[in-house]
């Protein structure tokens, strides 16, 4: 009875195994999907996805990575996530079908069409690189970043550093190439510039919580980074005025210094 027992268990095991690694299996998948249009981000969300058709244009078709034979099991998709954030972020989008690859071109996203001028269009990027295939061949796994950018912008900016601060703390965040991590210079976080070596210091003057994103005009926007601001209980009035003015406390502390030297 224990030996059948055990050959049981492990029977089950084997299967349930087996289910996880088999790739006919088209498993909900977790990712996170952006949209970044012209000035703004449209859409900036964990999306629960898989691959299934989708409709554009009046047409409906597979969505699945087996369009033209990419794949031999189908699977979430980059344009499938797109499809599904449609509907959680109640925007629309669009796309023209082509039967020779039997994949969409991305027409139009929550009004902004595909192609204004001859450089902007609406740019597919998996993990900070330019998509190697259209978005119904392109799979995507669990936590991949999907970014879909009105820009012809190759560099999409990444922000990282501190997700705490304190006010009047200044704190230092780094603006980098995504896709290469090099430092990048130039770049705008909440109004102050990045250095050569891409560091931006930056403070807050009230608590909360604050969404800071990277720009720079040649490239793509980073992702928002939160940073909850903290009370500091240790900031005095002076402290205060040298945050808000520094001239003014330099002429105040300059002052001083003639004062006490009569």
């Not at 006919?24 to 999306?47: A, K, M, Q, S, W």
């Not at 027409?107 to 295939?133: C, Q």
Request: charge should be positive; charged fraction near 20%.
């Amino acid at each position: 009875m224990i030996w059948f027992t055990l050959a049981l268990f492990s029977s089950l095991l084997t299967g349930i195994s087996l289910v996880l690694a088999a790739p006919t299996h088209n498993y909900p998948t977790l990712v996170r999907l952006r949209i970044e249009g012209e000035t703004n981000t449209i859409f900036d969300r964990i999306v629960l996805t898989h691959g299934h058709p989708v409709t554009a244009s009046g047409v409906r078709h597979p969505c699945d990575g087996t369009n033209n034979h990419a794949h031999p099991f189908p699977g979430p998709t980059a344009i499938a996530a797109l499809d599904d954030a449609s509907r959680i972020g109640r925007f629309a989008w669009d796309g023209t079908w082509f039967p020779r690859f039997e994949d969409y071109l991305v027409t139009m996203i929550a009004g902004v069409p595909a192609v204004k001028n001859e450089s902007d269009f609406w740019h597919l990027i998996l993990n900070y690189r330019d998509a190697p295939a259209g978005g119904c061949q392109l799979r995507v796994r669990a936590f991949d970043e999907v970014l879909f950018a009105y820009s012809a912008a190759n560099k999409t900016l990444k922000l990282s550093g501190p997700r705490e601060a304190r006010v009047g703390v200044p704190i230092t965040l780094t603006v980098t190439d995504g896709a290469t991590d090099a430092p990048v210079a130039g770049a705008l976080v909440a109004n102050e510039t990045s250095d050569v070596n891409g560091h931006v210091s930056v403070a807050f003057f009230r608590t909360g919580s604050r969404n800071l994103k990277a720009e720079r005009s040649d490239a793509i926007r980073s992702r928002k980074h939160l940073v909850k601001v903290r009370p500091n209980r240790w900031m005095s009035l002076w402290n205060w005025v040298e945050l808000i003015n520094p001239t003014l406390t330099s002429k105040l502390a300059g002052f001083n210094a003639k004062f006490l030297s009569f």
